[in-house]
């Protein structure tokens, strides 16, 4: 078991420019959720796979935002057209089960600044 | 729909002192509670959790008590140590608008313990 890990842990971009985001999940677990995190604030949902399936994505969540999870391993989040108020720290978490909340584990994050 | 409201931080204390941070949620269902906590420069991990009504959840010499009457679950300490200083998050994992299970985090309270 070696964690969860996010890559990478630091993106500066500009404004209107794409960027993606790498996520490895703890191997056996097959939940996998993305957060939105800025200061002061709590992990802010954004989208959930179980397995390869998206199964919801937060409605505050843009047409700008699109995540995969190709064979139910890793996941990406892009974020196109960049915007400043994109800039946040980005979580990734993974867990076990198939019914109610387990206990997530999270990754150390992508902090993500948008000049 | 969901929502958790935690205090507001920080919350600073001395060394050995007892430790109360509040935490009220607004579900549908029945809920898992968890708190979470971060230390400066690492990731959120779970601290503790209960599952249903009247369950404590404990771990490193915190407690919370899953209230169902007061829709409550606040964390307690009997004796702080400077090495508790960290953000703590209370969540909730209940059923969302589109039928998934979601964490709901608070916004977080930070704890300063000073020697």
């Known amino acids: 078991d070696t964690g969860v890990s996010q890559d990478p842990r630091h993106k500066i971009t500009k404004r209107g420019q794409n960027v993606t985001f790498r996520c490895d999940p703890i191997?056996?677990?097959?939940?996998l959720y993305w957060y939105r995190q800025t200061l002061g604030q709590g992990p802010e949902f954004l989208t959930y796979?179980?397995?390869?399936?998206?199964?919801?994505k937060s409605r505050l969540l843009s047409d700008r935002f699109s995540a995969e999870r190709p064979k139910g391993s890793f996941s990406t989040l892009e974020i196109q057209r960049t915007e400043q108020g994109d800039s946040a720290m980005y979580l990734c978490?993974?867990?076990?089960?198939?019914?109610?909340?387990?206990?997530?584990?999270f990754g150390p994050g992508t902090r993500l600044t948008v000049l | 729909g969901n929502s958790v409201t935690q205090m507001e931080g920080p919350v600073t204390l001395s060394e050995e002192a007892f430790l109360t941070i509040n935490c009220t949620y607004t579900?549908?269902?029945?809920?898992?509670l968890f708190w979470y906590v971060q230390y400066p420069g690492e990731g959120l991990q779970l601290l503790l959790k209960?599952?249903?009504?009247?369950d404590k959840g404990s771990n490193k010499g915190f407690e919370a008590t899953y209230r169902k009457e007061t829709t409550s679950f606040h964390l307690e300490k009997g004796s702080v140590q400077v090495s508790d200083s960290a953000v703590y998050f209370c969540?909730?994992?209940?059923?969302?608008?589109?039928?998934?299970?979601?964490?709901?985090f608070g916004r977080g309270t930070s704890l300063i313990v000073h020697p």
């Open positions: 978490a993974s867990s076990t089960g198939t019914g109610g909340v387990a206990t997530q584990y």
């Open positions: 191997s056996e677990h097959n939940r």
């Open positions: 796979f179980q397995n390869e399936a998206q199964l919801e």
């Open positions: 579900a549908t269902g029945y809920p898992s």
């Open positions: 209960a599952t249903k009504a009247d």
């Open positions: 969540a909730l994992g209940g059923l969302s608008a589109g039928g998934s299970y979601i964490p709901t």
